[in-house]
């Protein structure tokens, strides 16, 4: 490439060499990354999966071993499939309830004209800055049996008992939503930014009321970026740990916990194989949507 | 199809008049063309009618139906955008069926419509494609079909030609105005450029600030300018600032002693149309004004050859010939006359000195 000249001359020959560098531009781009992930990831993926397939024996800990017995011990004992379907249930409550509240939030965002915006999205992110841990703390003092509501209301007369507010499913719920809640807000918000206004008011010059352009128009146009907005709520609230422990009590299980529990405890091959289903889980049930999704809306 | 008729309608945005008391009537079929200047109120009005912009005050009728608080998608208004704004989620035929769906047109209706429409504006084979399969001019023509298969009572065009290309855009704005025509559509167009305007309109109304400046026919507008700020943006003109010392008799303000038609005593201005100049290489004759001058600048048109004058007095009149065969080779310093009728120039009154919209 430093011949410039004679690379003019024979074309062919440069194209070749700018291709390399551009390969080589690339791998430098990615390459640390890249790495990265693969030390990071998809190695203890490999170690777990295998550990998976190994024994535990009191005592001993792990056996080298190729059984299926950890998975079968999920599947067949219904504490288990219970915990997992509790997951389930909580993630997609929240995914939904995130996607409900995050629309119209992610759409004022997107839309408004003032000068505040970036003050309205550092406000939309603003929980994150709060760990999951910190927040919890907090939300305990506030919402625990002698927390700052349950005293006030007591102290006016209004309830007699303290209510349970903490360590219930509907506080784990409450508090995934506003952890994942901004995820889902920026997630749409730049993807409606990317839908011209015009397109909505072509809509409504057609004769489109707001409900039919938001069916006909806004919702298939922002799709993308809904099938992504609930991906990642969808995983995060299928994998939350710090929020149910500190909010769910020690009776309160999901599957998060459950494996770093059965790590505590000493079963690595158990708690590999949770890992496992818990990933496979939630890789499997976010494929399917999309795909179901996808078919539905192709285009 | 039917009768738009504004009344004394204002937009204020806190103290700006984006509208100031327009009033327009437009007859049933008419093409009526917004032009001006960025800014100066054409598009708001359009979105006043349109439904998208509430006027702060004043009235606007549709067919003799009072929709000035109506919502846009209760008023019966075919849109077309700038950027045409076409679903590019949907299908050609099923962009141009979403107005008649809407309206709950019956299913088996709808399909003959489509085909109709898109017919109309010749893309009858193209209703499968997606939007961006197709090139600007034919996405151009799917926002006009889309606006028009559900006989919109008025149809209103927004800079709908500004992003095609100048060739393109001059066989497709006789192709609308066919359209219109056949289809005896009332139609409001906003356009800043006025050799569209003039091509289009069966009636021109000229705003700045807001405000309708003129209203009238091609040749109201270019022959007789209600107002200086009308005499630079309609065609061109050259302002010669002065005073009309008597009745017909101009003194510039370089000293220059024009005959003028009559106007009354005091500062003004008179404005010049270039191609209305004659323009020699030897002294002329038979002109009301005969002056000498020196060639400042000559730019080459093609068809037509600008050539910026001196005159005397050091002030300067843009004189526009015909590039004929023969015709005088100029050159920047060469002498020359120019010389035109009194009743060539336009007199405005008043010293003002809005923005001369030269192109």
């Given at each position: 490439m430093a011949q410039t000249v004679t690379a003019t001359a024979t074309p062919p020959a440069r194209v070749e060499d700018e291709r390399g560098g551009s390969l080589l531009?690339?791998?430098?781009?990615?390459?640390?990354?890249?790495?990265?992930?693969?030390?990071?990831?998809?190695?203890?993926?490999?170690i777990l999966f295998r550990y998976s397939l190994n024994q535990f024996k009191p005592r001993v800990m792990m056996v080298e071993a190729f059984t299926l017995e950890n998975y079968v011990k999920f599947f067949t004992d219904p504490y288990y499939t219970n915990i997992f379907f509790t997951t389930l249930k909580v993630a997609l409550i929240c995914t939904a309830i995130c996607l409900v509240l995050g629309?119209?939030?992610?759409?004022?965002?997107?839309?408004?004209?003032?000068?505040?915006?970036?003050?309205l999205i550092m406000l939309v992110v603003l929980p994150l800055f709060v760990g999951n841990a910190v927040r919890a703390a907090g939300w305990m003092t506030l919402f625990g049996s002698k927390g700052f509501l349950n005293v006030t209301l007591m102290d006016i007369g209004i309830i007699s008992e303290p209510m349970q507010i903490m360590f219930t499913e509907g506080a784990v719920i409450a508090g995934?939503?506003?952890?994942?809640?901004?995820?889902?807000?920026l997630?749409?918000?730049s993807v409606i930014?990317?839908?011209?206004?015009?397109?909505?008011e072509a809509a409504f010059s057609l004769g489109a009321g707001p409900f039919a352009m938001f069916r006909r128009v806004l919702w298939p146009m922002a799709l993308p970026g809904i099938i992504a907005g609930t991906?990642?709520?969808?995983?995060?609230?299928?994998?939350?740990y710090a929020t149910p422990v500190l909010l769910g009590g020690p009776k309160f299980k999901m599957m998060g916990p459950l494996v770093f529990g059965q790590f505590q405890l000493n079963n690595w091959p158990f708690g590999a194989a949770v890992s496992?289903?818990?990933m496979s889980a939630t890789l499997v049930l976010t494929a399917t949507a999309n795909i179901l999704i996808q078919r539905r809306y192709r285009r | 199809m039917a009768r738009l008729q504004l009344q004394n309608v204002t937009k204020r945005y806190g103290d700006f008049h984006a509208v100031r008391d327009v009033t327009l009537d437009v007859p049933d079929g008419e093409f009526l063309v917004l032009l001006g200047p960025s800014g100066c109120g054409k598009t708001t009005t359009l979105r006043i009618i349109a439904g998208f912009v509430e006027a702060t005050a004043g009235v606007v009728l549709l067919g003799g139906r009072d929709v000035t608080t109506l919502p846009p998608w209760k008023r019966n208004a075919g849109l077309v955008f700038q950027n045409y704004a076409l679903f590019p989620h949907l299908s050609v035929a099923e962009n141009v069926a979403f107005g008649l769906e809407m309206r709950k047109v019956p299913k088996p209706e709808i399909a003959p419509r489509v085909a109709e429409a898109l017919r109309l504006v010749r893309l009858g084979h193209l209703g499968e494609r997606l939007p961006r399969q197709l090139s600007g001019g034919q996405q151009q023509r799917v926002a006009l079909a889309r606006a028009l298969v559900f006989k919109p009572d008025v149809l209103l065009l927004d800079e709908p030609l500004s992003n095609l290309d100048a060739k393109l855009r001059q066989e497709v704005r006789i192709e609308i105005r066919q359209l219109t025509r056949e289809l005896g559509l009332t139609t409001i167009m906003v356009t800043h450029d006025q050799e569209e305007a003039l091509t289009m309109a069966d009636r021109l109304v000229v705003m700045s600030d807001g405000s309708v400046r003129q209203l009238g026919t091609q040749q109201d507008l270019y022959e007789r300018p209600a107002d200086r700020f009308v005499a630079g943006f309609v065609g061109r003109s050259t302002f010669l600032e002065g005073a009309v010392e008597a009745s017909g008799k101009f003194r510039t303000d370089g000293g220059l002693d024009i005959?003028?038609?009559?106007?009354?005593?005091?500062?003004?201005?008179?404005?010049?149309?270039?191609?209305?100049?004659?323009?020699?290489?030897?002294?002329?004759q038979g002109f009301d004004n005969q002056l000498p001058g020196v060639v400042d600048f000559v730019s080459y048109l093609g068809a037509n050859i600008d050539v910026h004058v001196r005159l005397p007095s050091k002030e300067r009149v843009i004189v526009q010939i015909p590039n004929r065969e023969g015709g005088p080779d100029l050159r920047t310093g060469d002498s020359v006359h120019v010389g035109w009728a009194a009743s060539t120039g336009a007199l405005f009154a008043g010293a003002e000195r809005g923005a001369e919209a030269l192109r």
């Open positions: 531009s690339a791998g430098v781009l990615i390459g640390p990354a890249t790495v990265i992930v693969a030390m990071g990831l998809l190695l203890p993926i490999c629309f119209p939030l992610a759409y004022v965002l997107a839309r408004t004209q003032t000068r505040f915006k970036n003050i995934i939503i506003a952890v994942n809640l901004p995820y889902m807000v997630t749409l918000q930014e990317g839908i011209e206004r015009n397109i909505e991906i990642l709520t969808f995983i995060l609230g299928m994998n939350a496992f289903i818990l | 005959k003028c038609p009559n106007g009354s005593v005091g500062p003004a201005s008179l404005a010049l149309r270039p191609e209305r100049i004659s323009l020699g290489t030897g002294p002329l």
